[in-house]
């Protein structure tokens, strides 16, 4: 079973303030999702990152995938209120490529 | 049209209840899926179907049935549930593995 393991867990910052969420495994993933998730709604698809070294940048938001494709980082500069939500990293299992396995998720709190 | 539509938002039911969720996608994606998810967790993958075949089944239990009437519907037929069968029920497709999912708003379903 391939296990994307997230950290932090929970995280509660002041809006301006930078941070960075990490997506580890021990499995080499072909590619990697990143998704953010409000609260009573669906999962929205950030990013995908497909080759090892990969740096996406998406306005404040930069996701990198480590080189031996079994790790993820998304940074977050000057997080704002409008980024409060649950960061989910996503990668395809290797046996099954239809089956999606998600990392166990950080909550992120910014406020004012 | 590049979204993912539920139907009902919420539903609360008795555990002698019938009902239905219903899902339904215009982008051509030919993948669909059923996650469920509790309150503070990553969604756990119920049901995969690909080109309106179930190719998938995460072993769940058979008071839920998964229907796929043609390539953009997906129903889960629901019967006789439990109460800690409540959590938000989620529908996604993907057009590939690789190109990620586009998720639902989800039904909030509540099982007195």
């Known amino acids: 079973t391939q296990l994307l393991e997230q950290s932090p867990q929970f995280l509660s910052i002041q809006e301006g303030e930078n941070l960075t969420v990490y997506c580890n495994s021990s499995s080499v993933f072909s590619s990697l999702q990143w998704y953010r998730q409000e609260p009573g709604e669906g999962p929205v698809l950030l990013v995908t990152v497909v080759t090892g070294g990969e740096v996406k940048k998406l306005k404040r938001l930069t996701f990198q995938f480590g080189d031996a494709r079994k790790d993820s980082s998304l940074h977050i500069t000057a997080a704002q209120p409008g980024d409060t939500g649950l960061y989910l990293c996503a990668g395809p299992n290797t046996g099954t490529a239809s089956k999606l396995t998600f990392g166990t998720g950080t909550r992120l709190q910014v406020t004012l | 049209d590049t979204e993912v539509t539920q139907t009902p938002k919420h539903l609360v039911m008795g555990m002698t209840n019938k009902k239905s969720l219903k899902c339904e996608q215009h982008?051509?994606?030919?993948?669909m899926y059923w996650y469920k998810q509790k309150a503070k967790k990553p969604p756990e993958l119920m049901f995969v179907y690909s080109y309106e075949k179930l190719s998938i089944n995460e072993s769940v239990p058979s008071r839920f049935s998964p229907e796929c009437p043609n390539s953009s519907l997906l129903n889960l037929h629901l019967h006789a549930l439990q109460p800690e069968d409540s959590a938000l029920y989620l529908c996604?497709?993907?057009?590939?593995?690789?190109?990620?999912?586009?998720f639902g708003s989800g039904t909030r379903l509540t099982v007195v």
């Open positions: 996604a497709s993907s057009l590939r593995q690789t190109y990620g999912y586009t």
């Open positions: 982008m051509g994606h030919r993948a």
